[in-house]
């Protein structure tokens, strides 16, 4: 695992670019990511065919207060890398669907739980949660015993 | 005239199945749009499981998450155990002993199989053949009395500690192992001479729900639904754990990407389990079954009650909890349905700031309405057998 095309090529965009345990991990600008991911889908030397996840994490008081990391695995070189970016509750962050199906449901769960809104994402509902739930629960701010009643919604096709 | 007949068109139907119906294994909902019978639109819904276990993990210790961990994939409980271990191990730089790491692997083809075995014998039950599920549930049984005498739970084992196993296995264990295996590979047989001709089994399976290889990558298939489509990714092999680089054996690969080759690449691999585990046995040499780095193992309990520092140590590890580095890491196994991805955030203290479990099913569910689209409704039930989606972990 080399992250040395990748910083080439994007250059100042890439905030951060080490290989920790086998894993290459990639700290990036919000502004570039998409075209980041595209370019580790494209790339003969990344090869990037399975995004295996979106995960949030919130880091309640930092400036950027969530950070996305994109868990991405290629079956033909058999490497793994993690793309993290930092983002705040208003941003619109790119999808990734267009470029990996998986990247559809993934960001509907980071949607779900921490309310950070995809830009052109084709579906952006709740997945898990019901639809009328009063905020976004794996924010560090949603209190752990905090209980919620189901509303009665009438449900469309 | 054909101006007249479409007038005529009915108005498509829309039916609900599940949450609760006996063929939507556990609590899956697809809300379908149906034009006659054919499946015109489909759309899942799901999270009536949802327990919130990644914020749980954010109010516990590290060893306090591996109970809630037994509830992802039910049915192949310790392999999650096992997984979420690793993650936190790889996070602070442990180094397992050599029977650790055997055991673990015992246990994992042994959780696979019975994965397996649920997967395949239930989802020949809903294509309508039951007899095989017998056949299968009495080894199920057996196994089950194996995992019971290891750690006293069916279930629920929470068999693993960080750095280690709960306890060791117990005398007559390998003896006991190999004549299940030998029972689950007449099963096994049995199983497949019933099937392998059965003009209704090969109908209701053969060229049902396929999904070409590049469709599986992108939408994160892993684990034998993506064997089944002809791409070898295993994670045993790929990015091996455990010495599996070491073990013998061979990745089971479909071709078509149907419901039959899902399920008789999960045939293969009990198989190859099989061969796994005899290899293993033998492995298995006396040892100790915890590191003895004290950052992660509780002292001796002669030294609890002996030694201050041994004393205080211990407290500090039950309330405080294991403490790894600052720091993040996402550490995968293959479970028995795929790639088991644990992400973890450490912030230094006892308790995690963030986990993130990457289940295999959540992917794969996600292409089941697509797959369904343009078949039957009995289609619909034949495919999600073959996928073995398992609420627990699809919900957390």
Known sequence: MELNALSEQFKEAILQATVRGGQGVVECQVAKLHEI???????????????????????????????????????NLKHRMRIKVWVDEKDKVPTASDIWHSADWAEREVYDMFGIHFDKHPNLKRILLFEGFEGHPLRK????????????????? | MTAEIDQLKAKPTVLNLGP????????????????????????????????????HCENSTYTQCIPYTDRLNYVSAMMNN????????????????????????????????????????????????????WYYFNVREKFYNIIEKLCGARLTTAYTRIGGLMRDVYDGFEAEVRACLKEMLDALDD????IGK????LNRTIDVGVISAEKALSFGFTGPCLRASGVPFDVRKDTPYYDYENYDWDVAVGEHGDTYDRVVVRFEEMRQ???????????????????????????????????????????????????????????????????????????GTGTPYRVKCRPPCFPIYQAYASMCEGGMISDAIAILGGLNVVAGELDR
């Open chain 1, 37 to 75: 991911l595209q370019f580790c889908h494209q790339s003969p030397v990344y090869q990037i065919d399975v995004l295996l996840d979106v995960v949030g994490v919130d880091y309640l008081g930092k400036a950027p207060r969530f950070a996305l990391v994109y868990l991405l695995y290629s079956t």
């Open chain 1, 141 to 157: 701010d949603y209190p752990v015993n905090r209980r919620q009643p189901i509303p009665e919604i009438e449900e469309k096709l």
């Open chain 2, 20 to 55: 609760s119906h006996p063929a939507m294994h556990g609590t899956l909902r697809l809300y379908c749009e149906l034009d006659g019978e054919i499946i015109v639109k489909a759309i899942p819904e799901f999270g009536y499981l949802h327990r919130g276990f990644e914020k």
């Open chain 2, 82 to 133: 096992v997984g979420f271990c690793k993650a936190v191990e790889e996070l602070m730089d442990i180094e397992l002993p050599e029977r650790v790491q055997v055991i673990r692997v015992i246990i994992c083809e042994i959780n696979r199989i019975i994965d397996h075995l649920v997967c395949t014998g239930t989802n020949i039950v809903d294509i309508g053949a039951l007899t095989n599920f």
């Open chain 2, 191 to 194: 199983v497949s001479g019933l």
């Open chain 2, 198 to 201: 059965n003009r209704i089994f």
């Open chain 2, 273 to 347: 389990s099989t061969r796994i585990i005899e290899q293993a046995l033998a492995k298995l040499k006396p040892g100790p079954i915890m590191t003895d780095d004290k950052r992660a193992a509780l002292p001796p309990k002669e030294e609890v009650y002996t030694n201050i520092e041994a004393l205080m140590n211990h407290f500090k590890i039950i309330y405080e909890g294991v403490r790894p580095p600052e720091g993040e890491i996402y550490s995968a196994t293959e479970a028995a349905n795929g790639e088991l991805g644990f992400f973890i955030v450490s912030d």
